[in-house]
């Protein structure tokens, strides 16, 4: 399986508009953060996690010609907005299933209103096949890859992580129920929400990641959601061995 990081900044991107801090300025490549997503490719299947707001730049990016399917974590813009950009694929491919939890879908068909009840013709329109997917109810796509939609929670907010074979993506969240800590054992790779070093409502600090972390014990943990509060170089050292910051094309192989 390997895994790149399309993008692993926060909602507002790094750096952020208008902002001269040190990271916004930095001119390390790891500071500049696209919204978060990743791709997955494992046995032939290519799976994306998220069509970010910056999902085109990020596909073109990656040189990416195909996708098999996508998974949906929540709503909100920075991780949906890209979805109209499945269209050169749907030109080539046809129909994409798409992959969300019920909560999802209802924000979904309200915000892209357009695709499901089209109201005109010309020019093209996203084609999406829609799966619901419910915390830990397995699935396969293609030959060997199983995905475990499971549940976490941003602020008030049930979102969706996924487990894919021994890797698992855990963007969006402040806090990891129990029964998902139980199927979160044994990983090899582990990506995690972690906005900054202080406290935030509804996103995992460092601190708090951390303490998630030790608990579930993962061969390699890559923490992901960054703002512009950490610079890559200079806040690295302050992470545990087995810790890393992700950042914008990174890629791993497990």
């Known amino acids: 399986m390997r895994l790149t990081f ?12 208008g902002c001269n801090c040190e990271t916004c300025t930095s001119d390390d490549p790891r500071d500049k953060r696209l919204r978060v997503s990743v791709i997955i490719e494992h046995a032939g299947q290519t799976v994306l ?3 970010s707001s910056d ?24 991780h949906i907005f890209g979805l109209d950009d499945i269209r050169p694929l749907n030109f080539r491919f046809g ?26 013709f010309g020019g093209g329109l996203p084609q999406v096949l829609a799966h619901t997917v419910e915390p830990g109810a397995q699935f ?13 929670i941003h602020g008030r907010l049930p979102v969706m992580a996924y487990r894919l074979n021994d890797f698992a993506y855990a963007t969006d969240l402040s806090e990891i129920p129990p ?25 995992l600090w460092v601190d708090k990641a951390l ?7 993962p061969r390699r943990t890559f923490l ?6 950490v610079k890559h170089e200079r806040d690295s050292m302050r992470l545990p061995s087995g810790v890393q910051w992700a950042y914008d094309g990174l890629e791993l192989e497990g």
């Open 6 to 17: 399309l993008g692993t900044g926060t909602s507002t991107g790094v750096p952020s508009i």
């Open 49 to 51: 996690i998220d069509t």
């Open 55 to 78: 999902f085109r730049q990020q596909a073109l990016r990656f040189g990416l010609k195909r996708l098999d399917a996508v998974l949906i974590t929540h709503c909100h813009a920075d």
């Open 95 to 120: 129909a994409l299933g798409v992959y969300a939890n019920e909560r999802a879908w209802n924000d979904i068909r309200r915000i892209f209103k357009y695709i499901f009840e089209p109201s005109h």
């Open 140 to 152: 396969c796509l293609g030959r060997g890859l199983e995905i475990t939609p499971l549940e976490v």
């Open 179 to 203: 029964q998902t800590m139980e199927a979160l054992s044994g990983l090899d790779v582990l990506v995690l929400d972690c906005l900054r070093f202080r406290e935030h409502p509804t996103h």
């Open 211 to 217: 303490t998630y972390i030790e608990k579930l014990k």
């Open 224 to 229: 992901t959601h960054i703002a512009h509060d």
